[in-house]
């Protein structure tokens, strides 16, 4: 692949901003917004509640006003197709002391439980009952801040206690809260709107609770995640890419695995170019971490990059408990994948051969289109709707880099 492809707003970072504009009085103007079948969702659902939604087709700009929030119910339907859409009880109960919302259920790469979101809104106060599948929440005299330790890290339930926190009355400490990129820029904007968070980017976050938050301008910050595919698929293909606007700091750890896997990696002014001019790719053992660990949002895509590496690699998932659905689809177009338990040994094979395969999440079905760039003759991804929950225009990105990808048919 050669050329330079535009990352876009990270997906995982505009769900939760847009949960936010539930808090502000006044306009939340959000920049450089992914428009993705996720985030489109996500309107749709913040309209339900009330919230002014101006985000014409195609736009990156998207203006959200919750002046008047006039229901405070996320229903079955529109939480169990998108997990995040659960983001929105919390500033519900802190804007309004009132929240009910569908539990979210499994997905495909676990059994994803929110029972530490749910501790975090009681210590902060709230009564929480379950009934019938829905979290019925209030706290009716508002929330109080509270000191709640996480006993493991979890991205959402850290977000989550943020949004709440930022209307509590008096201070929230969260310990062992998660690092990742996306907090910091959650904690950015909440304190452009009025907030009082410190700490964020480390695993102590204060929250000093204010009466009412206002509304800024943000400009979402760049997706890492989509970022990191292409550098996979650039160093799959070997040639010369530019990631326009990829952050290095939040990518050191796949630059880590690049660099030792015989990928040079150069941070530029515009951003990362990541460069193989015919080297074979060397096997590299892999962790997953919370930040600034290894990603599991890039454990797939570095899963088909040792498919093609020379050596074995083991690949461990330690964040989610079902996250190698994708090792049997790799294996069809060629890959020597033995899965046991949360580990997965990768022999590496000089070539792939296309096929048909079948995508099952959402990163899962990206590493399937990086493994089909490598291998030889014509690949099928069926069920490519779960790309577009997260990849913005994919086909036309990795096009003007020389990939061949036509879509068929309707992507829903
Ligand atoms: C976020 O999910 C991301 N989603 C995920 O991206 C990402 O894989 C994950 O963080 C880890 O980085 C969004 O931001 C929308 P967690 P989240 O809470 O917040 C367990 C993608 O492909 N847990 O950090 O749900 C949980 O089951 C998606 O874009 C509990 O047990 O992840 C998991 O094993 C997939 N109880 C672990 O913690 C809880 O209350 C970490 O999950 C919460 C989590």
Same mark, same amino acid.
């Given at each position: 692949?050669?050329?330079?492809?535009?990352?876009?707003?990270?997906?995982?970072?505009?769900l939760k901003?847009m949960a936010?504009s539930l808090l502000?009085?006044?306009?939340?103007?959000?920049?450089?917004?992914?428009?993705?079948a996720d985030?489109r969702f996500m309107a749709r659902l913040l309209q339900s509640l009330g919230v002014?939604?101006?985000?014409?087709?195609?736009?990156?700009?998207?203006?959200?006003?919750a002046?008047n929030i006039t229901s405070s119910m996320a229903p079955y339907d529109l939480v169990r197709k998108m997990r995040a859409t659960f983001n929105v009880l919390g500033p519900l109960l802190a804007r309004v002391g009132h929240a009910t919302v569908s539990l979210p259920g499994g997905c495909a790469i676990g059994a994803r439980p929110v029972d530490l979101h749910l501790k975090a809104f009681e210590a902060m106060g709230a009564d929480i009952v379950i009934e019938e599948g829905y979290v019925k929440a209030a706290a009716l005299r508002g929330l109080k801040?509270a000191?709640i330790?996480f006993p493991?890290?979890s991205v959402g339930a850290t977000e989550h206690a943020?949004l709440a926190a930022?209307l509590a009355?008096?201070?929230?400490?969260?310990?062992?809260?998660?690092?990742?990129?996306?907090?910091? !820029? &959650?904690?950015?904007?909440?304190? @452009?709107?009025? /907030?009082?968070?410190? +700490?964020?980017? *480390?695993?102590?976050?204060? %929250?000093?609770?204010?009466?009412?938050?206002?509304?800024?301008?943000?400009?979402?910050?760049?997706?890492?995640?989509?970022?990191?595919?292409?550098?996979?698929?650039?160093?799959?293909?070997?040639?010369?890419?530019?990631?326009?606007?990829?952050?290095?700091?939040?990518?050191?750890?796949?630059?880590?695995?690049?660099?030792?896997?015989?990928?040079?990696?150069?941070?530029?002014?515009?951003?990362?170019?990541?460069?193989?001019?015919?080297?074979?790719?060397?096997?590299?053992?892999?962790?997953?971490?919370?930040?600034?660990?290894?990603?599991? !949002? &890039?454990?797939?895509?570095?899963? @088909?990059?040792? /498919?093609?590496?020379? +050596?074995?690699? *083991?690949?461990?998932?330690? %964040?989610f408990e079902n996250?190698?659905?994708?090792?049997?689809?790799?294996?069809?177009?060629?890959?020597?994948?033995?899965?046991?338990?949360?580990?997965?040994?990768?022999?590496?094979?000089?070539?792939?051969?296309?096929?048909?395969?079948?995508?099952?999440d959402?990163?899962?079905?990206?590493?399937?289109?990086?493994?089909?760039?490598?291998?030889?003759?014509?690949?099928?991804?069926?069920?490519?709707?779960?790309?577009?929950r997260?990849?913005?225009?994919?086909?036309?990105?990795?096009?003007?880099?020389?990939?061949?990808?036509?879509?068929?048919?309707?992507?829903?």
């Amino acid at each position: 692949m050669k050329g330079s492809i535009p990352i876009s707003g990270a997906k995982n970072s505009a769900l939760k901003l847009m949960a936010a504009s539930l808090l502000c009085e006044q306009p939340l103007v959000l920049t450089n917004m992914p428009n993705l079948a996720d985030t489109r969702f996500m309107a749709r659902l913040l309209q339900s509640l009330g919230v002014t939604v101006e985000w014409p087709t195609g736009e990156a700009l998207c203006r959200m006003h919750a002046e008047n929030i006039t229901s405070s119910m996320a229903p079955y339907d529109l939480v169990r197709k998108m997990r995040a859409t659960f983001n929105v009880l919390g500033p519900l109960l802190a804007r309004v002391g009132h929240a009910t919302v569908s539990l979210p259920g499994g997905c495909a790469i676990g059994a994803r439980p929110v029972d530490l979101h749910l501790k975090a809104f009681e210590a902060m106060g709230a009564d929480i009952v379950i009934e019938e599948g829905y979290v019925k929440a209030a706290a009716l005299r508002g929330l109080k801040g509270a000191h709640i330790n996480f006993p493991f890290v979890s991205v959402g339930a850290t977000e989550h206690a943020m949004l709440a926190a930022v209307l509590a009355h008096g201070e929230t400490i969260l310990e062992n809260a998660a690092c990742e990129p996306e907090i910091g !820029d &959650l904690a950015i904007c909440l304190n @452009a709107c009025g /907030a009082k968070i410190k +700490g964020y980017g *480390t695993p102590v976050i204060t %929250i000093q609770g204010v009466p009412k938050l206002t509304g800024t301008r943000h400009d979402v910050i760049s997706d890492r995640i989509e970022a990191g595919t292409f550098a996979i698929a650039a160093a799959a293909t070997g040639g010369n890419v530019l990631l326009e606007g990829a952050r290095a700091h939040d990518l050191g750890a796949l630059i880590d695995c690049l660099q030792k896997a015989g990928v040079m990696v150069d941070v530029e002014a515009k951003g990362i170019r990541i460069r193989r001019d015919g080297d074979p790719l060397q096997a590299v053992d892999v962790e997953t971490r919370p930040h600034p660990g290894f990603p599991t !949002d &890039l454990q797939a895509q570095f899963m @088909a990059l040792m /498919a093609v590496a020379e +050596g074995t690699s *083991t690949i461990k998932e330690n %964040i989610f408990e079902n996250r190698f659905m994708h090792a049997p689809e790799l294996n069809r177009l060629g890959a020597d994948i033995t899965v046991r338990g949360n580990e997965a040994i990768v022999r590496g094979v000089p070539r792939l051969h296309g096929a048909q395969v079948m995508a099952t999440d959402l990163r899962a079905s990206v590493s399937l289109v990086i493994a089909a760039l490598v291998a030889e003759g014509e690949t099928t991804v069926n069920r490519i709707y779960h790309l577009d929950r997260g990849f913005e225009r994919l086909e036309e990105k990795l096009g003007r880099c020389g990939a061949k990808i036509t879509r068929q048919g309707d992507s829903a």
